[in-house]
């Protein structure tokens, strides 16, 4: 099979508008989760890592001026600006790939222009854009993809299912580039319906850590361009070694009580990259610090017996960020891969799940080949994908 | 008090969309978690919603809920004791 | 999706993949392996015809009243697929689930958004939201059937065939699965209209069909024929 490789990718989150701002500043351990007292997102005070809005038009002031035709800023909403954004620095370099018909455009979203619904938006657009075709139709009209976008929404595993996705068309020699992008925004749809289930922390989250009370919801999107025809100039080849998808069967919000599905999804995505548990350098894990989902995420791993491997959870620096989650941690995990360095798990301070996880308490340099990535979501959903230095 | 037994009986059923069950299928001091009713972590979340919409109670410890919670009559008891 | 596809079509032809069961939901009209389950003129509302439906299928599920329409839909075309059929003879990993629609959940985000309207009544639902999520229907099928292998929910404008075929394609090229629910479900208001059909490979196949009905060569002509015809 041709291997997938990774040429370019972009994080905007609260911590920065590019990958590199985003790993400096967990570099320097920023956390982006703050308290928010905005009634537009919810009625009370509530945590939340989110976007600066005056930057985020800024910059998207600064993409128009490129695509001149293209109508105005404010005929686009929060969403599909941070998306035009993402894949716009994504395709630096490399702009040709959009207009290429040997490349699809893969989008990750749970709720796409959820805010539509709210009463003060609903005179400035129009009520198609709720749909998530409609959004995937204004990216791909934006940059002049020539295929019709893959639209996946999937939960939380959103992310991981859409590389994973990407990857098995480019393998099987259906396009030759794919161009990933994964984003949500923080709305007070989606605030009210986790206050609703009791699971928002009110303090800045702290995955798998004793005294974690709840996720922190944040906002943000991902980019990834994938190739299966690198060029020979670009190494090192950063490739999607094996992933897989798979369903608790048990409940429709609480995760398994064994952790034994989403094991089943890591010990898939291991057979394919023909790995042992030995060869797994680092876990890039889901880590919502929910009581239920961290404590099955580490007997998954302990089934897989991976607690020996080095773990950590993007979370307590950006928040959970929905259908961007998966592709923004696989990136920051890449740039690990990258860099040979293991970012701190931030928030964390004391183990507080049953199985023995080595949870990384503190930023360190460290030789990293190969990385595992997990994600978890309501409808019993599990992901995993494994990331390799060749 | 057996008013608000029956009262609370069809707001469950209400709320939990146990459609095949009436409120005399319900004994109010049998537990409602566990067997009989079939409710799970979500309808437990929502006893905690009907509470505080229809009589204007907060339970502000979710681990209150379980004692609150275990049967009709302990709901009523309890509505009762903290109703405005 | 691109045309120029030819490594996978010719793999496709080898895989001789079955529809060896399907069920279409659609104008208070119930199609099962070419026969008609149920009908009935005159229901006007969604909620009467889909527990009309419920009743005449006879399966004891009280958790069916908890959900949303689309899972109401997705659960109750599933169980009359896996009626016919059986699935036992598959380990559960090997099971994939790959649905589509075109609204995601809006029709119960509306529902949901009608809890956060009013500050004066500003009751989020629990049992409401948990359903704004595209993928619960596949939670709930796995659930009832248990299915733990593959699943994914996939958005596209209108019914989009090929995009199916290819993504359920890959799953058996890649070995992921050995047999797959795959279909659509679309729910806004009172209309709706779902496709649900089991995918199994031709020389691998747990049952021998009902009479009447012949197993049909899983493509995209074929899925835009059950969901047109019907």
Same mark, same amino acid.
């Given at each position: 099979?041709?291997?997938?490789?990774?040429?370019?990718?972009?994080?905007?989150? $609260?911590?920065?508008?590019?990958?590199?701002?985003?790993?400096?500043?967990?570099?320097?351990?920023?956390?982006?989760?703050?308290?928010?007292?905005?009634?537009?997102?919810?009625?009370?005070? +509530?945590?939340?890592?989110?976007?600066?809005?005056?930057?985020?038009?800024?910059?998207?002031?600064?993409?128009?001026?490129?695509?001149?035709?293209?109508?105005?800023?404010?005929?686009?909403?929060?969403?599909?600006?941070?998306?035009?954004?993402?894949?716009?620095?994504?395709?630096?370099?490399?702009?040709?790939?959009?207009?290429?018909?040997?490349?699809?455009?893969?989008?990750?979203?749970?709720?796409?222009?959820?805010?539509?619904?709210?009463?003060? &938006?609903?005179?400035?657009?129009? &009520?198609?854009?709720?749909?998530?075709?409609?959004?995937?139709?204004?990216?791909?009209?934006?940059?002049?993809?020539?295929?019709?976008?893959?639209?996946?929404?999937?939960?939380?595993?959103?992310?991981?299912?859409?590389?994973?996705?990407?990857?098995?068309?480019?393998?099987?020699?259906?396009?030759?580039?794919?161009?990933?992008?994964?984003?949500?925004?923080?709305?007070?749809?989606?605030?009210?319906?986790?206050?609703?289930?009791?699971?928002?922390?009110?303090?800045?989250?702290?995955?798998?850590?004793?005294?974690?009370?709840?996720?922190?919801?944040?906002?943000?999107?991902?980019?990834?361009?994938?190739?299966?025809?690198?060029?020979?100039?670009?190494?090192?080849?950063?490739?999607?070694?094996?992933?897989?998808?798979?369903?608790?069967?048990?409940?429709?919000?609480?995760?398994?009580?064994?952790?034994?599905?989403?094991?089943?999804?890591?010990?898939?995505?291991?057979?394919?990259?023909?790995?042992?548990?030995?060869?797994?350098?680092?876990?890039?894990? &889901?880590?919502?610090?929910?009581?239920?989902?961290? /404590?099955?995420?580490?007997?998954?791993?302990?089934?897989?017996?991976?607690?020996?491997?080095? +773990?950590?959870?993007?979370?307590?620096?950006?928040?959970?960020?929905?259908?961007?989650?998966?592709?923004?941690? $696989?990136?920051?995990?890449?740039?690990?891969?990258?860099?040979?360095?293991?970012?701190?798990?931030?928030?964390?301070?004391?183990?507080?799940?049953?199985?023995?996880?080595?949870?990384?308490?503190?930023?360190?340099?460290?030789?990293?080949?190969?990385?595992?990535?997990?994600?978890?979501?309501?409808?019993?959903?599990?992901?995993?994908?494994?990331?390799?230095?060749? | 008090?057996?008013?608000?037994?029956?009262?609370?009986?069809?707001?469950?059923?209400?709320?939990?969309?146990?459609?095949?069950? $009436?409120?005399?299928?319900?004994?109010?001091?049998?537990?409602?978690?566990?067997?009989?009713?079939?409710?799970?972590?979500?309808?437990?979340?929502?006893?905690?919603?009907?509470?505080?919409?229809?009589?204007?109670?907060?339970?502000?410890?979710?681990?209150?809920?379980?004692?609150?919670? &275990?049967?009709?009559?302990?709901?009523?008891?309890?509505?009762?004791?903290?109703?405005? | 999706?691109?045309?120029?596809?030819?490594?996978?079509?010719?793999?496709?032809?080898?895989?001789?993949?079955?529809?060896?069961?399907?069920?279409?939901?659609?104008?208070?009209?119930?199609?099962?392996?070419?026969?008609?389950?149920?009908?009935?003129?005159?229901?006007?509302?969604?909620?009467?015809?889909?527990?009309?439906?419920?009743?005449?299928?006879?399966?004891?599920?009280?958790?069916?009243?908890?959900?949303?329409?689309?899972?109401?839909?997705?659960?109750?075309?599933?169980?009359?697929?896996?009626?016919?059929?059986?699935?036992?003879?598959?380990?559960?990993?090997?099971?994939?689930?790959?649905?589509?629609? $075109?609204?995601?959940?809006?029709?119960?985000?509306?529902?949901?958004?009608?809890?956060?309207?009013?500050?004066?009544?500003?009751?989020?639902?629990?049992?409401?939201?948990?359903?704004?999520?595209?993928?619960?229907?596949?939670?709930?099928?796995?659930?009832?059937?248990?299915?733990?292998?593959?699943?994914?929910?996939?958005?596209? /404008?209108?019914?989009?065939?090929?995009?199916?075929?290819?993504?359920?394609?890959?799953?058996?090229?890649?070995?992921?699965?050995?047999?797959?629910?795959?279909?659509?479900?679309?729910?806004?208001?009172?209309?709706?209209?779902?496709?649900?059909?089991?995918?199994?490979?031709?020389?691998?196949?747990?049952?021998?069909?009902?009479?009447?009905?012949?197993?049909?060569?899983?493509?995209?002509?074929?899925?835009?024929?059950?969901?047109?015809?019907?």
């Amino acid at each position: 099979m041709k291997p997938v490789c990774i040429v370019n990718d972009n994080i905007i989150t $609260s911590l920065g508008f590019t990958t590199a701002e985003n790993i400096a500043a967990i570099k320097n351990g920023t956390i982006g989760i703050r308290t928010v007292d905005d009634p537009d997102l919810y009625p009370s005070p +509530v945590q939340l890592s989110l976007i600066e809005t005056d930057q985020l038009f800024s910059k998207f002031a600064e993409v128009l001026q490129h695509y001149k035709k293209v109508s105005p800023a404010a005929s686009f909403t929060r969403l599909e600006k941070m998306f035009i954004i993402s894949i716009y620095d994504a395709l630096k370099g490399q702009p040709m790939i959009a207009g290429n018909p040997r490349t699809l455009l893969v989008i990750s979203t749970t709720k796409g222009n959820i805010n539509l619904l709210e009463n003060r &938006h609903r005179t400035t657009f129009s &009520h198609k854009r709720l749909y998530l075709w409609e959004l995937g139709r204004m990216i791909q009209t934006f940059f002049g993809f020539v295929n019709t976008p893959l639209i996946i929404s999937n939960a939380c595993i959103s992310g991981v299912v859409a590389l994973m996705t990407a990857s098995r068309f480019l393998q099987s020699g259906a396009y030759d580039h794919a161009v990933v992008a994964g984003g949500d925004i923080a709305s007070e749809f989606v605030i009210s319906g986790f206050q609703s289930f009791q699971a928002l922390s009110p303090a800045p989250c702290k995955p798998f850590d004793l005294n974690r009370t709840g996720l922190s919801l944040g906002e943000g999107c991902g980019t990834m361009v994938l190739t299966a025809i690198p060029e020979k100039n670009e190494e090192p080849c950063i490739t999607i070694a094996g992933a897989a998808t798979s369903n608790d069967a048990n409940h429709i919000s609480g995760p398994s009580r064994t952790g034994q599905e989403l094991s089943n999804a890591i010990n898939e995505a291991m057979k394919q990259a023909s790995l042992d548990p030995a060869a797994i350098d680092y876990i890039s894990t &889901h880590g919502t610090a929910t009581l239920f989902n961290d /404590e099955m995420e580490s007997k998954a791993i302990e089934l897989c017996s991976l607690l020996e491997v080095p +773990v950590n959870s993007f979370k307590g620096y950006w928040g959970h960020t929905l259908g961007a989650a998966g592709l923004i941690e $696989s990136i920051a995990a890449i740039s690990s891969l990258k860099d040979n360095i293991l970012y701190r798990s931030a928030g964390f301070e004391t183990l507080g799940v049953q199985a023995p996880l080595n949870v990384i308490s503190a930023i360190r340099k460290d030789q990293i080949n190969i990385c595992l990535k997990t994600a978890s979501g309501f409808g019993g959903c599990n992901a995993a994908i494994i990331f390799q230095k060749d | 008090m057996d008013e608000l037994i029956n009262q609370l009986k069809k707001e469950v059923i209400e709320q939990l969309n146990l459609e095949e069950i $009436s409120p005399d299928d319900i004994n109010p001091d049998s537990p409602l978690f566990g067997e009989g009713l079939g409710l799970d972590s979500i309808d437990a979340l929502e006893l905690i919603v009907l509470l505080e919409k229809n009589y204007g109670i907060k339970i502000q410890d979710p681990k209150d809920g379980k004692k609150v919670f &275990h049967s009709i009559r302990t709901m009523a008891e309890y509505i009762t004791e903290h109703k405005k | 999706m691109a045309d120029a596809m030819l490594p996978l079509y010719f793999r496709k032809i080898n895989m001789d993949l079955l529809i060896t069961s399907y069920c279409h939901l659609h104008d208070n009209k119930v199609i099962v392996n070419d026969r008609l389950f149920f009908y009935q003129e005159n229901i006007l509302k969604f909620a009467d015809f889909i527990k009309s439906v419920y009743k005449q299928e006879n399966v004891n599920y009280p958790k069916f009243y908890k959900m949303d329409p689309i899972s109401k839909v997705g659960f109750l075309a599933a169980e009359l697929v896996l009626k016919q059929t059986t699935i036992e003879g598959y380990h559960p990993e090997k099971v994939g689930v790959v649905l589509s629609n $075109s609204s995601s959940s809006l029709d119960t985000d509306i529902a949901h958004n009608e809890t956060i309207k009013n500050r004066s009544s500003y009751f989020p639902s629990p049992s409401v939201f948990v359903y704004t999520l595209p993928n619960i229907v596949i939670g709930e099928i796995c659930i009832k059937n248990k299915i733990k292998g593959e699943n994914v929910f996939l958005i596209s /404008e209108t019914f989009n065939g090929k995009l199916l075929c290819d993504y359920v394609n890959e799953l058996f090229i890649n070995e992921r699965v050995e047999a797959c629910l795959c279909g659509w479900v679309e729910v806004m208001g009172n209309n709706c209209n779902a496709l649900m059909v089991l995918v199994e490979h031709a020389g691998r196949k747990q049952n021998e069909g009902v009479p009447g009905f012949k197993f049909l060569p899983f493509n995209a002509e074929n899925l835009n024929l059950i969901i047109t015809l019907n």
